[in-house]
T-cell receptor
Framework: DAGVIQSPRHEVTEMGQEVTLRCKPISGHDYLFWYRQTMMRGLELLIYFNNNVPIDDSGMPEDRFSAKMPNASFSTLKIQPSEPRDSAVYFC????????????FGPGTRLTVT | GDSVTQMEGPVTLSEEAFLTINCTYTATGYPSLFWYVQYPGEGLQLLLKATKADDKGSNKGFEATYRKETTSFHLEKGSVQVSDSAVYFCALPNAGNMLTFGGGTRLMVKP
């Protein structure tokens, strides 16, 4: 299995631009999670989906952030407009409801907003 | 709600030293417990797990025993290597297949 795939691995953009991060979960997994990791705040859960439906988005920092999961094999996290404080590593993870809660993480997207 | 608390780092050890990273949890019932490891520049990956009380999880020379009496799941390794330098996260399940992670403990192993 290829594991969780994220793209791009690195993104550098200017403040005010739209940024889209992409994730392909492991085939057969029915949960998908988006996390953000910074030195100051550690690992934060932003939003998670079950069977493509958003279940809890209470971790999304503000309306500039949005996430979608149009099908079982693809999800996006969009920031519009981006700000320097959004600079972080964004991880996608997936899990299977029959799998004792184990989550499998992607390699992350390192976002730098200048 | 359910939570985990792990020791703050960084933990700095010499190669071949003994490692302990403490993790305690607060939970209703006896959930599965996990240790994840994050190597530099990578995502988190499952290191080991224990699915019930008194179980011992082990992998790559690391061990952790699920102790319900002390609500602990401490991570241990008898002889660390430079390649073990990473951040270690203790975690337990929450509603909706979520995981609650500890704050992470950075381990630095010097040759």
């Amino acid at each position: 299995d290829a594991g969780v795939i994220q793209s791009p691995r690195h993104e550098v953009t200017e403040m005010g631009q739209e940024v889209t991060l992409r994730c392909k979960p492991i085939s057969g997994h029915d949960y998908l999670f988006w996390y953000r990791q910074t030195m100051m705040r550690g690992l934060e859960l932003l939003i998670y989906f079950n069977n493509n439906v958003p279940i809890d988005d209470s971790g999304m920092p503000e309306d500039r952030f949005s996430a979608k999961m149009p099908n079982a094999s693809f999800s996006t996290l969009k920031i519009q407009p981006s700000e320097p404080r959004d600079s972080a590593v964004y991880f996608c993870a997936s899990s299977f409801s029959g799998g004792h809660y184990e989550q499998y993480f992607g390699p992350g997207t390192r976002l730098t907003v200048t | 709600g359910d939570s985990v608390t792990q020791m703050e780092g960084p933990v700095t050890l010499s190669e071949e030293a003994f490692l302990t990273i403490n993790c305690t949890y607060t939970a209703t019932g006896y959930p599965s417990l996990f240790w994840y490891v994050q190597y530099p520049g990578e995502g988190l990956q499952l290191l080991l797990k224990a699915t019930k009380a008194d179980d011992k999880g082990s992998n790559k020379g690391f061990e952790a025993t699920y102790r319900k009496e002390t609500t602990s799941f401490h991570l241990e390794k008898g002889s660390v290597q430079v390649s073990d330098s990473a951040v270690y996260f203790c975690a337990l399940p929450n509603a909706g297949n979520m995981l609650t992670f500890g704050g992470g403990t950075r381990l630095m192993v010097k040759p």
